[in-house]
């Protein structure tokens, strides 16, 4: 069974630095291209950043790249984002995703379009904020 499972978030100040962590169970890191989205208030879910499958490339929204980093961890069987330089803009519940087709996912990422996805997390607040 495919699970994954959210932690980190929280309230930071304005100019701060959160690290979410996505623990993936029932598969490898090496199956699913992981990533996160975000939700904020009244908005869409957009894609934020991902790594894919097989080569570990990772991409990036225009709203977070130089800002946020995404690894991973295969030992761990974790994924992470590491959010800098952080921003009010950046509020939002922030849910992992997992999906077996990298491209769509990548372009959900680079270009917001939709896709289907194979597992979400439960989601985690980030609230920045002074």
């Known amino acids: 069974q495919v699970q994954l499972v959210e932690s980190g978030g929280g309230l930071v100040q304005p100019g701060g630095s959160l690290r979410l962590s996505c623990a993936v169970s029932?598969?490898?890191?090496?199956?699913?291209?992981i990533g996160w989205f975000r939700q904020a208030p009244g908005k869409e879910r957009e894609g934020v950043a991902c790594?894919?499958?097989?080569?570990?490339?990772?991409y990036y929204s225009d709203s977070v790249k130089g800002r946020f980093t995404i690894s991973r961890d295969h030992a761990e069987n974790t994924v992470y984002l590491q959010m800098n330089s952080l921003t009010p803009e950046d509020t939002a519940i922030y849910y992992c995703?997992?999906?077996?087709?990298?491209?769509?996912?990548?372009?959900?990422?680079?270009?917001?379009?939709?896709?289907?996805?194979?597992?979400w997390g439960q989601g985690t607040q980030v609230t920045v904020s002074s």
């Open positions: 790594i894919t499958n097989t080569k570990a490339r990772t």
């Open positions: 029932g598969f490898t890191l090496d199956s699913y291209t």
């Open positions: 995703a997992a999906s077996i087709n990298s491209p769509k996912f990548v372009l959900a990422v680079i270009a917001h379009t939709p896709m289907s996805i194979d597992s």
